[in-house]
Each structure stands twice: as structure tokens, then as C-alpha cells.
């Protein structure tokens, strides 16, 4: 097709905002900096152990400040958010069969659920 | 319910212009018509440069994709009483070059589609006198991904495919699939090999609304997800046992 | 000027057109093939095809079987060698489109399911749920893209073929994108363009059916066989014409007059029974269902609503499972299109036309009557569908003779060598004829959607399901008097960027060309027979007329008809029995 004038249209950076599903996509990306921040919290947490018991209670009497509570609390929302979107989506990537029909996906994110649930308790009971 | 409706649509006349308009055209509103009708009626009666692509108007050749008030459907199945009291914005299908008004130019697609390699490929071809065995349940396997019609609107829907048009796209991806999970073919490691390089599978990051917008819930987005798993799965395979994968 | 030269040109990327193009890959590899489409191969109206293709794969069935109930269900006017090497052929076409993949359905056991079919007397018929043509038209166009040595034109029109010389040398098409017209030089070509349905109002055609290749051929001189025979299909919805497949009737549907009545059963189609019961009541041939729903409209016992008389047709009973499972394009265009799910509620349907019987004359093996030039499916005239096709029967065909055209394609191209000289000045008149004729036509004044829509309604008045000597001829004049008025159509785009105006311009041409040739050839049948009923001769005449009408073009007026035997081998013309 030679000597076609196409006309291409431009994506804008804001591309995102005009479709619900395209921002909502987009805002499960940018949680993964919630995780960033959870994960690098973990290590500083794991250094300050090692580091003694006295470095431990400074490093958790630090956690008690608003602003760091609130960063966890808004974290806590990243990371759940990621996790009930990723088992939400879970199902597509698995298709397990069962004979002939396929078994339908709320239950295969259900199953998802259960295993988060027990795993947490697990660890909630470790704990105490 | 009033009896005229307003379709916005979008012109893009290369010989007369390099930048596209927008047409405002009211039109007599049915209550059983389609967008295509509309078109049509705008076609025949109205404004006869009008340009737009259709055929079957039963949704299964798949001619007649737009965007409709910015969402990508099908013209012969979306209803004008969907979008009541109008009006209705119509534009060519996102991600795409337009060639002249909804036309949009999707040759790449068909380049892309070659190297999905999608044909049966076997290395015993069998008696040319029976066929293949094939239970009910094998066939249920492949059958959703075989339901393309090559419509479009999945690629319209996808940031990914916008933003870096060498992304192979969903409905090829999808189409890899259907041969891969056909218990005739033989041909999954050939066409891992063309799509899990990065213009493939690992582009894909997830947005999913390429199921969305579907009209034939061929479910792309899970197709590759599967696929993902596949390729990652194969990758360690790979490099635990180097002498075991064979093609 | 623009020339692309390849060995075998095919014009069509419908069914039959992909099944070509396998073939003469198969029998040369070495053979540049050339496939021009009006748009995109997977576009083209095989897809829309739902019910399934008939071959003889069971253990309980013949190709005897076969042959007959093609020939009665065909009112003997079918062409029985042609038939016996359909039949024989058929379960291998078949075969071989499963091996590329065509996803059947399948019984328990892994061998393809089948299922019964209008007017036939065995479980025969192939399917893919009801997307046979769909899947079909898929796998064959994704098969073709292993074949290196073609090369595709999509979204090419193709505008008259390149005759010299007593041989079909290519044809000139334009490329619709950029409006560049070229010569396409080919040492034979391949028509597979399809159907014409879209000279008609209600149909299940798709926009693009529209006769081009019968026109283009027909102009080329080449006669036009039995273009008389236009199948209604009793089943379509009202407003839109889209099908609703005979597999619901198969799968036990009953069609239901306004007193809820089963009202075959006054039409010497059988006895009503719960079960579906081959070759009777809903299971009858087309013809006899459509003329059943005329008779029952006269008697006032249809419905009338918006868009005409309907009935209705009722699978309420099958049940969602079987519905689903069988049937799940009919209840997704039944919900999508109709707005009503025919799980609960009754589908209302009246015959819608479907098929064209008729097209350019072939014998059995693809050739016309000008040396280098061949045609298969539904634009072709073998004939195995005679005076009424069985549905099912059309898929198959496109298999079987697209596949005998490709492969005496190949050989007739690889024993000729060169090109005659005059074709330039044919590319030149012709490219002139576009541009002053449509692009660069100044005053018309009368709109293409205008002499389209006259048109219809003087095809469905004057050469409907019911035909007269004066409604017939009363048709044909006013078909004379729009190819007059077409002289003066007004063109609002003379753009040459995808310029679909131009196209419908020539897609009307076309269509006028296709409809004089019916009306004409159902003026010269004065006989009834099969799809073809006429009031004023309402018997068939095997002594008159158990012969093919052949449409030759005339310069002026309508066509001269001509008329040559039938080829009868072992079915002697008899009653067609249906229900006893
Ligand atoms: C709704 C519906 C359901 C059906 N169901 C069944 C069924 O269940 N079983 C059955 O056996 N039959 C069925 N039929 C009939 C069958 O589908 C058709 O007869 C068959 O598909 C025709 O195929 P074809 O290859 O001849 O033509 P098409 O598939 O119509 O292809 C024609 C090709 O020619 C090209 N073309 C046309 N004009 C030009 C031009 N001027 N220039 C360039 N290219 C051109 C087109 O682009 C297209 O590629 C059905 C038909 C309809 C309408
Ligand atoms: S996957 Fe669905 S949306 Fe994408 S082209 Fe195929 S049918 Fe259309
Ligand atoms: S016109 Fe064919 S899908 Fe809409």
C-alpha cells in the first residue's frame, strides 16, 4: 500500500486516567512500591536485630512515629490491594480440569484465599 | 424516547486534510438498529464518503470494529438504545494507523499472525482416509481460543500493544495457544521458540482487558498468562535438567 | 501502469477460493499463486456458514445415499456424474480439513460427530457446533499462510477479467486502500467469488455477496446456468435476514403457524412426531418449507408484524444443555440480534433468500467454456444443487471443486508460456472506464441507494419464492430501466482513498447483471421445479425442460437463453417423496 497517508495517533503519558480498567491496572503496578517499602522495612528490621537488642527497641520505638504508621498503614492498603487483584486474576493462569468441565474460577481464587488464610495463621500462631 | 439521535464521528480524509474532524450527523433513531445501521443510513442517505468496513452483520466476520463513546466494539452488535440519549462518539479502533475515516490499517496484524505459526504441525501425517481421534474433552481443551474472528478490539484495548507496537498482541498469542493445546499438533516448541522472546509472551504485563472487551470470550489475557506459566516452567526445566528438553 | 505477473491468479479468499490456492500449491510448488480479495480472507462469507458439511463417514451410510438425496432433493436437474464424483470425493476433502486442524465435533470416542440434515435421509452432516463455516473458512486461511509460494492482494476488487486471444490471461483489479488499478497477468485464473444473495431485500447474505465474479465472467461472455434457482431458507429473522440454521430443526425445532400448529403436516411433508425424523416435516428440503410458509400466509395463518409475516419456531423443549451445546450461535444471536433467549421463548422466522443454485457454467472438472478461466463454489454452476441445493451440501462443494479447479489450474498454467500482447490497451480502457464513469463523474443526480433498493423489490415482487410470466417480465423492465438510470448515479466521493462508494457503484453493476440473467432464465422456464414455482405452469416438465438454462449477455436488453441436457446416469427423474 504504497503512498498511504496514515494518521497515527498519539498515546498521551495520561493515557491511563481515561479507561477505569487502564487505572486501575496502573494503580496495581504502582503498589508494587508498597511492597518495595515493606521489603526494604523487613531488612532494615532483620539489621537492627542482629545489631542487638538495644538497636531492636530503638528501631521499633521508631516504627511508633505518625508518619511512619500511617506509611505502614498505607502500605498495608498497597499490598492487600495487590494480593486480592493477583488472586483475583489467578484463575487465568491456571485452568485446572476436572473430566470434561473446567473448574470454574472463583473457586480456584477461592482456593487462593484458603491458603493465604492458613499460612497467616500459621504464622500468627507461631508468634504467640 | 425521542425519535433523533446525534453520531459524533470521526473523519480522517487524507487528500483533504492531514489532521482528522469530527462530523456531527443526526439520524432517525430506531430502537432495533445497531450502530451499523446508523452508519449505513448515514451512507446511503446522507453523506455517501462516508468510509467504515462491515459485511456478515451477524458479528462473526469480524469487519466491524470501532470505538464507541471510547470503548472498542462491534457496530452490528452494540444496540443505539445502549447509548440513548446520545450522542454517540464513533471512532476508528484505538492503537491502529487510520487510513481514511473508521478504517483503520491492520496489516501488521496479519504479519504477526504468520509467525504464531498457526497450522497444524505434526511429524506423521496419518491415513488420509480416517480422522484424527479427538475426544470431546480434548477438544474442549483448545476450543475457547480457537473462537477468534480477528476482530480487533483486544489489540484497540491493550496499553501494551500501544505503547510498543512489536508486541505480538493478544489474539496471536491466543491463537498460538489453540494449536498448542490441540492434541493433534506437535508443534509447541516451535512456536515457544518465536514467542518467548521479548517482543512475545513477557511483554504481556496484565491489564486484561483485552477478555474484557471480547466478543467472543476467547479470554486472550488467559491464554498468555497460561502460556507465561508454560514458558517459565520450561525455562527451569531447561536449566535443572540441560539433556532432557528435546524439540 | 502497474502489472504483477504470477502463474495462477485466484479471485475469491472464500472457502473455495483458500481451498485452490492449497491445491495448486500441493500440485507445484513451484507456481507463483496470486489471491485477490475484496477484503480480508477471513472476512469472506463462508464464515458465516453455521450448520455443517455433509461426506459419508459412518458405517450405516453410502455414497449411494448420498448421490440420491442430493439428485431428489436437486428435482433432477443435477448433473449425476457431477454428484457421483461430489460424493466420492467428499468424505476426503473432508478428512483432509481435519488434519489441518478444523476442530469437529466429536463423539465419546474421539471420531467426528455428525448430525441429520434438511432433506437428507442419513446422519451426515459434519459441524463444528453451529460455526462450521466459520471454523472451516479459519483453519484453511491459517493453513494457507505455511504456503510460501502465495502471495495475497487483500482488499483488492477485482474489475473485469483480461481476455485475449481465446484465453483468460488475469484479471484488473483495483488496490481499494490506495485506488491504484492494476494489471494482474496469470497463465489461468480461478473464479471463487460466492454468491449474489444481495440482489435481493431479505437475506442471509453478507453486504459483500453481490455477484461479482458471475458478473465479470457473464460480461466476458461466459454463460450464466440456472441462475433461476434462488434458494430461500425458511428460517431467518424478520428484520435482519440473519440465519437461523436448519441444525435447530435438526436437533428437533418445530416450526408453528399462528394456531401454535405444526403446519407441515398439511404440505405432504409427513406426520408430525415428537422425535426429528429424517427427510420429513421440518426436516424437509427448503423449497417445499418456504413455499409451505407462502401457502400458509395465504390462508392467513401467519403473524404479522413490523417487517412482514413471520411463524415462529420452537426449540423451547431441546432444554439450555442441549441448546447450549449444540446450538449456541442460535441462542447468542437470538439474544444479541432479536433481544428474546429461545430457551424460553418461541423465535420468530420467515424465509429469508439464501443461495444461489445458478452460476457460471463448468463442467465437472471446473473448466468454463474459456480456455484458462475456471470457477468453484458458490459462484459456479457444476452442477450438483439442480433446481434446489440440501443445505450442507454447499460447504463440501466449495471443498471438492475448489480443490479439482486448483489442481487443473496448476497444470493448465504450467503448460503455457507468455502473454498475449493487446492486454495493456485492455488495462488502460479499463482504468479510463473508472475514472470516468465513477471517480470523475460530474452530474449524476440518482443515488446508488436508490436503483439498489428498487431493485430489490422488483426481484422480490416480480422472481420471489411464486413467479409469473407478467410478474416476471414485469421485472425484467423495470431491471432494463435501472441499468439506464445507473448511467446517471450520483457519486459524493471522488476520493481515492478506500473509496467504498466506488465499490457499491460496482458491486450495483454487478448485481444488475446477476438479475437480469435470473429473471430472464425464470422467464424462459415454463415449468415448475424445485426452487423455481411458477403459478401460470405449476407442474414439472421433464419433456420440456429437464435441461440447463445457460444466460448469454447481449449488448442491449436482456440476455439470450439457451438451453442444454441434463447428465443423467443412473436416477431416473421420479417423484420427490418427503415424509412417506
Ligand atoms: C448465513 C449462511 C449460512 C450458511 N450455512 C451453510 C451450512 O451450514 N452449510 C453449507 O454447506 N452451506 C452453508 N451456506 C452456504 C455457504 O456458506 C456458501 O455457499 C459458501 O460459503 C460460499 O463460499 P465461496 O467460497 O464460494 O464464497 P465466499 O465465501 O462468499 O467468498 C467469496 C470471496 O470472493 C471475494 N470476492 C467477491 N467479489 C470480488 C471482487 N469483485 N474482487 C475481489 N474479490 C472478490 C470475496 O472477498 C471473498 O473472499 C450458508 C450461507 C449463509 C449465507
Ligand atoms: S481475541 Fe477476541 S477481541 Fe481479540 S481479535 Fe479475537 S475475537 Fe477479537
Ligand atoms: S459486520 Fe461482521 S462482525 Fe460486524
Known sequence: MEGLQTYKRKIGIFWWTKRLSHFRFISRELTSIAVAFIAIELLLLSKAIMNGEESYQAFVQSLTHPILIILNLIALGGILYHSITWFNLAPKAMVIKLGENKVPGFLIALGNYLGWIVISAIIVWSLL | ?247 | MSIVQCDVLIIGAGGAGLRAAIAVSEANPQLKIGIVSKVYPMRSHTVSAEGGAAAVIKEDDSLEHHAYDTISGGDWLSDQDAVELFVNQAPKEMIRLEHWGCPWSREQNGTVAVRPFGGMKMKRTWFAADKTGFHLLHTLFQTTLKHENLLRFDEWFVTRLLVEDNRCQGAIALEIATGKMTAIKAKSTIICTGGAGKVFPFTTNAAIKTGDGMAVAYRAGIPLKDMEFVQYHPTGLPFTGILITEAARAEGGYLLNKDEYRYLQDYDLGKPSSKPVLRSMELGPRDRLSQAFVKEQEKGRTYEGEYGHFVHLDIRHLGEKIINSKLPFVRELCIKYENLDPVKEKIPVRPVVHYMMGGIDTNIEAETVLPGLYAAGECACVSINGANRLGSNSLTELLVFGAIAGRNAANYATQQNGFSKGLEAQYKNEANRIEQNFLKKKEGKVKIADIRKAMNNTLEAGAGIYRTETSLKKSQEDIQELKERFKYIKMDDSSITFNTELIAALELSCMLDVAEAVIQSGLHRRESRGSHQRTDFPNRDDEKFLTHSLAYQKEDGPPDIKFKPVTITKWAPGERIYGR
Open chain 2, 1 to 247: 424516547m425521542k425519535d433523533l439521535i446525534t453520531l459524533n464521528v470521526f473523519r480522517y480524509q487524507p487528500e483533504k486534510s492531514k489532521e482528522p474532524t469530527y462530523q456531527e450527523y443526526e439520524i432517525p433513531y430506531h430502537k432495533d438498529w445497531v450502530i451499523l445501521d446508523a452508519l449505513n443510513y448515514i451512507k446511503d442517505q446522507i453523506d455517501g464518503s462516508l468510509t467504515y468496513r462491515w459485511s456478515c452483520r451477524m458479528g462473526v466476520c469480524g469487519s466491524c470494529g470501532m470505538m464507541v463513546n471510547g470503548k472498542p466494539v462491534l457496530t452490528c452488535a452494540t444496540f443505539l438504545e445502549s447509548y440513548t440519549p446520545g450522542p454517540i462518539r464513533i471512532e476508528p479502533l484505538e492503537n491502529f494507523p487510520v487510513i481514511r475515516d473508521l478504517v483503520i490499517d491492520m496489516s501488521d496484524f496479519l504479519e504477526k499472525l504468520k509467525k504464531v505459526k498457526p497450522w497444524i504441525i505434526r511429524k506423521d501425517v496419518g491415513s488420509e482416509d480416517r480422522e484424527y481421534l479427538q475426544t470431546p474433552s480434548q477438544l474442549a481443551d483448545y476450543k475457547q481460543y480457537s473462537m477468534c474472528i480477528n476482530c480487533m478490539l483486544c489489540y484497540a484495548a491493550c496499553p501494551v500493544y500501544g505503547l510498543e507496537p512489536e508486541f505480538i498482541g493478544p489474539a496471536a498469542l491466543a491463537l498460538a495457544q489453540r494449536y498448542n493445546m490441540d492434541s493433534r499438533d506437535e508443534g509447541k516448541n516451535q512456536r515457544m521458540k518465536a514467542l518467548s522472546h521479548d517482543t512475545g509472551i513477557w511483554q504481556c504485563t496484565f491489564v486484561g482487558d483485552c477478555s474484557a472487551v471480547c466478543p467472543k470470550n476467547v479470554d486472550p489475557a488467559g491464554a498468555i498468562q497460561r502460556y507465561k506459566v508454560e514458558g517459565a516452567s520450561n525455562w527451569w526445566k531447561t536449566l535443572l535438567l540441560p539433556y532432557a528438553s528435546k524439540d
